[in-house]
């Protein structure tokens, strides 16, 4: 059988596949245990970890140019960030994604290699993200404050709808990556 996860909101829902091989099932989210002490025991590791005081953390999960080049995107976020003494900003990418040294300029941007976003996600006071399911699913499940900027890719899933339909609902922000 192919266990097949639903979206959270039912105008997300296509169905690709069709059998009786299929199990349709719920949205799948991971179980989250980031209690106010766990939060703020992962800011404070971030801290120490970067030797880097904050007082807001944003983090983003664009991606490192699997499907779209998002340098353009980053950067932007980094420099915007660059303004803020008061934030620490850390691009989240898998561990064997290629990164832009450019990326690595910047005094209040660093970059994370992780298959374990969701963790400082859940410590972040922002996320900037592209609207994947997993991490649309989080979002929705979790309450997390996002900007949602979807990949375009044209084999890629409707990330605009998803990115859409959460800020219909006043869930999150959506912005297109020409708009940031």
Same mark, same amino acid.
């Given at each position: *059988? ?9 105008? @997300? ?7 009786? #091989? ?5 949205? $799948? ?11 703020? %025991? ?6 120490? #970890? ?9 983090? %983003? @999960? ?20 660059? *303004? ?5 900003? @850390? ?5 064997? %994604? ?21 963790? @400082? ?25 996002? $900007?949602? $900027? ?27 990556? %020409?708009?940031?």
């Amino acid at each position: *059988r192919v266990i097949v996860p639903g979206e959270a909101f039912p105008e @997300l829902e296509r169905n690709y596949s069709r059998g009786g #091989h299929l199990h349709a099932v719920g949205p $799948i989210v991971p179980p989250r245990h980031a209690g106010s002490e766990a939060r703020a %025991s992962m800011r404070a590791r971030l801290a120490e #970890h970067f030797d880097r005081p904050f007082e807001r953390l944003v983090v %983003s @999960l664009l991606g490192a140019g699997v499907a779209a080049d998002r340098s353009a995107q980053i950067q932007t976020l980094a420099g915007m960030m660059e *303004r803020r003494p008061d934030v620490l900003h @850390l691009v989240v990418v898998w561990p064997a %994604s290629v990164l832009q040294p450019g990326w690595f300029g910047w005094s209040n941007t660093r970059i994370v290699k992780t298959y374990h976003a969701g963790l @400082l996600a859940g410590a972040a006071d922002l996320l900037v993200a592209a609207a994947g399911s997993n991490t649309f699913l989080e979002v929705r499940y979790t309450s997390l404050p996002t $900007i949602f $900027i979807p990949q375009m890719g044209h084999f890629m899933d409707d990330q605009r709808a998803r990115a859409q339909a959460a800020a219909e609902r006043g869930l999150a922000v959506h912005v297109e990556p %020409s708009e940031l």
